[in-house]
């Protein structure tokens, strides 16, 4: 009797840490949201990224310079804010989740400009040729299979300090972004 008990006090917690989440997955491929650890869950802002590219005046004038590739989106600010936490919850549809979730999602830091949001995407050194694309400063994440779904991935990303962050995901590249911003804790 002493060893059940002993048994159940061990196993409960992990039981729980086992099951994060319980919301409904997306209803289409290529969705994502957020998802708390009270069970609610939230749209990601969704916009279509513009990429800009722009070569350094040297660049322009002499031929040494670099040439840098930038993601943008409207507004300064996302409209779908998260507070500050510890751990966050995403539920990607994806399809078919029997794939490597970390070669399907990406989630990046957005900077402020103007009345923007923006990320590097790639950079080249025009007089060594170097180039720094695909660099781009991604976030970690763990990913898994959500419950029994055959189309849908939990990602779980850790610490995120304020500021603005979209995912880009799929299997092709594209310039669509599942944007939020995390709020400072007051």
């Given amino acids: 009797m002493k060893n059940i008990h002993l048994l159940l006090i061990f196993l409960f917690p992990i039981l729980l840490l086992g099951q994060q989440v319980n919301v ?29 590219t722009k070569a350094s005046v040297g660049a322009m004038l002499t031929g040494i310079g670099k040439v840098k590739s930038r993601v943008s989106v409207r507004g ?25 979730p970390k070669n399907l999602a990406q989630l990046i830091k957005f900077e402020k400009k103007g009345k923007n949001r923006v990320a590097e ?10 180039q720094s694309s695909g ?3 991604s976030i970690l994440f763990k990913g898994k299979k959500y419950q029994d779904s055959t189309m849908s991935y939990l990602l779980i990303v850790e610490n995120l300090e304020p500021g603005h962050y979209g995912w880009f995901v799929g299997e092709v590249a594209t310039n669509n972004v599942h944007l939020f911003t995390v709020e400072e804790s007051k």
Avoid: C
């Fill in 76 to 100: 300064k600010i996302s409209t779908t804010i998260l507070p500050q936490q510890s751990t966050y919850y995403f539920i990607y549809n994806h399809g078919d989740n029997s794939k490597n």
């Fill in 135 to 137: 660099d781009v400063e």
């Fill in 121 to 130: 995407i790639s950079s080249v050194s025009v007089t060594t040729g170097s």
């Fill in 24 to 52: 409904e997955e997306p209803s289409f491929e290529g969705e994502i949201i957020h998802a708390s650890a009270s069970n609610e869950s939230v749209d990601l802002e969704y916009q279509t990224a513009s990429v800009k």
